[in-house]
């Protein structure tokens, strides 16, 4: 998906100057993707909250839709850390077709860092899929690669409207992993984790502290490696001058 921008932009077919509607779950996603050309909402995990917050969202005012953060792993193949470009995403019955621009170049960039990046189904869910059982029953009905919460509802938001959609998402607890109900619990309102009630866990039950620990790890894990996306959602956005000079903007900043 590139929205109107790139090196074929002339004077017959002029920038469009409206940003993108970037679609998180949790603050340290919406962080990431928040700078040129994106307007970033997040949801704090919660499907109702998103559905809320975009019914009094202008899609005038946006040129396109991504769905980006992180995902449950649904094909035991895949590890934390390990991208998905979303070829479609699917909820129900429901089906739609999603669409990056990634070239070749970016993607052997990627690989070139140790980030596996594979194009595949994204799940839509109404609730975190915490058991392992569950994931491997939602693959087999779907054939999915990852699920999670917020893409079905933005590729909808987008079909209803005609906007372009994309979705990219990072592999965080994979197809093997139950995830401990604390971990889930513990999100904030705005999407922040609330580490105290963690804390207050793991003080009444010392046993959920290995399964936080093993968690927290490949969370970790998959924030670095969407950090290292921004430049995917920079190419979908911005034209290779302006790419550029974002790049150098970032490097001086780090």
């Given at each position: 998906m590139n929205l109107g921008m790139g090196?074929?932009?002339?004077?017959?077919?002029?920038?469009?100057?409206?940003?993108v509607l970037?679609?998180?779950?949790?603050?340290?996603?919406?962080?990431?993707a928040a700078g040129p050309g994106m307007m970033v909402i997040c949801s704090s995990s919660d499907p109702q909250q998103l559905r809320a917050l975009l019914t009094v969202f202008d899609p005038t005012s946006i040129r396109g839709v991504i769905s980006f953060g992180v995902a449950g792993g649904l094909d035991p193949t895949l590890k934390a850390?390990?991208?998905?470009?979303?070829?479609?995403?699917?909820?129900?019955?429901?089906?739609?077709?999603?669409?990056?621009?990634?070239?070749?170049?970016?993607?052997?960039?990627?690989?070139?860092k140790r980030r596996r990046v594979v194009r595949g189904v994204l799940a839509g869910a109404e609730e975190v899929i915490v058991a392992q059982a569950r994931k491997a029953a939602l693959r087999m009905t779907t054939g999915a690669a990852a699920v999670d919460m917020e893409s079905h509802i933005a590729a909808a938001y987008a079909a209803d409207y005609g906007l372009p959609f994309a979705a990219l998402r990072v592999i965080s607890d994979p197809a093997h992993r139950t995830l401990p109900s604390l971990a889930k619990d513990a999100i904030k309102p705005n999407g922040d984790i609330d580490l105290a009630m963690i804390l207050r866990g793991i003080a009444r039950n010392p046993r959920a502290l290995r399964g936080l620990v093993s968690t927290g790890i490949e969370f970790n894990r998959a924030l670095r490696s969407l950090r290292g996306c921004r430049d995917f959602l920079l190419g979908s956005v911005l034209g290779s001058e302006e790419l550029a000079e974002s790049e150098a903007l970032v490097a001086a900043e780090v």
């Open positions: 090196d074929e932009v002339s004077a017959d077919c002029p920038i469009d100057p409206r940003p970037v679609v998180t779950g949790l603050v340290q996603e919406a962080r990431i850390g390990d991208i998905v470009v979303a070829t479609e995403v699917t909820a129900g019955d429901a089906r739609w077709f999603a669409g990056l621009s990634l070239g070749e170049e970016q993607i052997a960039r990627a690989t070139l």
